[in-house]
Each structure stands twice: as C-alpha cells, then as structure tokens.
Nanobody
C-alpha cells in the first residue's frame, strides 16, 4: 500500500521553529515531486512549497518566503519542511503530497496524500 506519513507537528511559540517530515511507505519518493500544503480552519487547502524529483524547489505562498525551506533525503525516503520564525497565521494542518510529474500549487495535480499533521503557533 502506497502511503505518505507526516510527522513533526506540534505547539510552538511565535518565532519558534519546527521541522516537518514526510516519509514514503510502499514506494520511493525520489521519482516524485513532493508538495507541502496547509489548511487552516474554514479555509481552502493552499500550496506552500514543492520540491521536484531533481531537487529544485518552488514557493507557492508569499507569506513563507525567507522562513520556510523544503529539502529531500532520498536515502531516507523523506522530504522535510523546515519552518522558522513561525507566526500565529501559520497555524494549520500541514499535508504532504506526491505528484508523478512536476510541482504544482494545485491539489488536483497530486496523486498521493498524507493524513496531515497539526501545527499550532501560539503563546
């Protein structure tokens, strides 16, 4: 069974950092573009960052520029989202997703999704 498993979410104070992980189970991620999305209560799911199979990254959310980075470790079959200088408005459920083709900020472009991990930024 092909699955993506996110981890690393939690409660953090404003200005803090978290690193989210997205691990592949049942398939290898290195041939896929991997995107991170987030969804806050009452809002649509939005694209955050994506990393292509060749390692190039694309940013879909202006609000995270300079604060969030995406990377992949093919040996560990894992993609990471490093989040620094977190703000209360970053609070959301974060999802990773895999696309057989290329990066996109559209949810319909992705073939596999994780279950999500909650990130709460609050003092």
């Amino acid at each position: 069974q092909l699955r993506l498993v996110e981890s690393g979410g939690g409660l953090v104070q404003p200005g803090g950092s978290l690193r989210l992980s997205c691990a592949g189970s049942g398939f290898t991620l290195d041939h896929y573009a991997i995107g991170w999305f987030r969804q806050a209560p009452g809002q649509e799911r939005e694209g955050v960052l994506c990393i292509s199979s060749s390692g190039g990254s694309t940013n879909y959310a202006d609000s995270v520029k300079g604060r969030f980075t995406i990377s992949r470790d093919n040996a560990k079959n894992t993609v990471y989202l490093q989040m620094n200088s977190l703000r209360p408005e970053d609070t959301a459920v974060y999802y990773c997703a895999a696309s057989r083709f290329w990066c996109s900020g559209r949810t319909v472009s992705y073939n596999y999704w994780g279950q999500g991990t909650q990130v709460t930024v609050s003092s």
